[in-house]
């Protein structure tokens, strides 16, 4: 199945002041539409154009490397737009999200500070990461378009921490995006969502 770029699930201001109108035309229009077309092109050169946008990542993954990285990217993208929010974050986890952050992570607190040292000591490009691995959840960081798929991980919260995410708004200040992120811009209910179909 073909690599569609969706549609923002918000008006690109809805989420200033902590992720810009700019930024986001920018990052949707110009580089997430840059890894549907690429990957359209390499998926279907490399006979892999009718599979699913997961199957593509994982099939991909340590044998064709530029497929890989477009179509872990449009992966990564699809959700992300819906990792966030107007008006998200917050302390208050909805089901059975507060438990298990609390049983697996050891509690919130202890969640926002792990996730933002993931991302700020992720060197160069690359992702944060919650994910459900052999049903706990777990925190990690990956380079680049990698993510938890390819590591037997099901990823339910992820953040962008390519510089193209924050740059306009926090310029080298990745620490301070991604406290913004977690405390003003988490959708949690659909990280809850992934939570459940990844736990069933």
Do not use: C
């Not at 107007?86 to 089901?95: H, R, W």
């Not at 992702?127 to 990690?140: F, H, P, T």
């Not at 992820?158 to 080298?172: K, L």
């Amino acid at each position: 199945m073909a690599f569609e770029l969706p549609e923002l699930p918000y008006a690109y201001d809805a989420l200033s002041p902590f992720m810009s109108a700019e930024t986001l035309e920018y990052h949707h229009d110009k580089h997430h539409k840059a890894y549907v077309d690429t990957g359209n092109k390499l998926a279907s050169e490399a006979g892999m154009g009718d599979l699913s946008v997961e199957e593509v990542v994982k099939k991909s993954y340590g044998t064709h490397q530029t497929l890989f990285n477009n179509a872990a990217q449009h992966y990564n993208h699809i959700h992300f737009w819906k990792w966030m929010k107007k008006d998200g974050g917050g302390t208050k986890l909805p089901g059975k999200l507060e438990s298990a952050v609390a049983s697996d992570l050891g509690g919130y607190d202890k969640f926002k500070a792990d996730l933002i040292a993931a991302g700020t000591t992720q060197f160069g490009s690359g992702w944060a990461w919650l994910s459900v691995k052999d049903g706990k959840l777990e925190i990690s960081k990956t380079p680049n378009g990698e993510n938890p798929l390819v590591h037997g991980g099901e990823p339910i919260l992820g953040v962008d921490v390519w510089e193209h995410s924050y740059y306009i708004d926090y310029r080298n200040a990745r620490p301070k995006y991604l406290e913004a992120f977690v405390d003003n811009l988490i959708n949690w209910d659909y990280v809850l969502e992934r939570y459940e179909a990844a736990t069933k």
